[in-house]
């Protein structure tokens, strides 16, 4: 969203195995990202961030204008967040060699299976979670979780779902989106 609106930012990485102190001093939850506007503001969680920064910095637009467009956007958001969430405690289990098949793993990847089609019966409808308009902030949510998915633990998901997959490489097209793919580590 940032790139999308124009908006400067100097990017810092945490170490989230180690976190350091200065890092939870601003981010009581402990997980990122965590913004800090100009004026001292700080702010935790993505969805909270997209929304200040759209109602703070509102050209482009990110979330729909009239109440029940913008309730099916913050749906979409909140469930890709959740993918996320849970894309997230799947790659932890994968660093500390926990591969065996505990219920927590086969529950994370059971919930994870059970939201891709979701998401790509979603995709058969529209060109975006909400249309064929314009993206917003449920596309970003559920491009980073995507992302992360890619990133950390699997690909194959293209594969199977290839109207997510058309989705999502399309829109890796776009610069702002390009500019924020992260360089793979572990």
Excluded at 76 to 84: F, R
Excluded at 86 to 104: D, H, S, V
């Amino acid at each position: 969203m940032l790139a999308e609106k124009n908006l400067d930012c100097e990017l810092h990485e945490i170490n989230l195995l180690n976190k350091p102190p200065e890092f939870l001093e601003i981010s009581p939850i402990g997980r990122v990202p965590v913004f800090v506007e100009e004026d001292g503001t700080v702010i935790w969680d993505s969805t909270l961030i997209a929304e200040y920064l759209d109602e703070t910095y509102p050209q482009p637009s990110f979330y729909p204008n009239t109440p029940r467009s913008r309730l099916e956007c913050r749906k979409w958001e909140e469930l890709a967040d959740n993918l996320g969430e849970m894309i997230i405690n799947l790659w932890i289990l994968n660093l500390t060699n926990n591969l065996a098949p505990t219920r927590q793993r086969i529950k994370l990847e059971t919930s994870i299976n059970r939201l891709l089609p979701i998401f790509e019966q979603q995709l058969t409808q529209h060109q975006y979670l909400l249309g064929d308009e314009a993206w917003t902030a449920a596309d970003v949510a559920a491009l980073c979780s995507m992302g992360y998915y890619s990133l950390r633990l699997d690909e194959d998901w293209i594969l199977q779902y290839p109207n997510l997959g058309n989705w999502f490489n399309k829109l890796h097209k776009r610069d702002s989106v390009n500019s924020t793919i992260p360089i793979p580590f572990n």
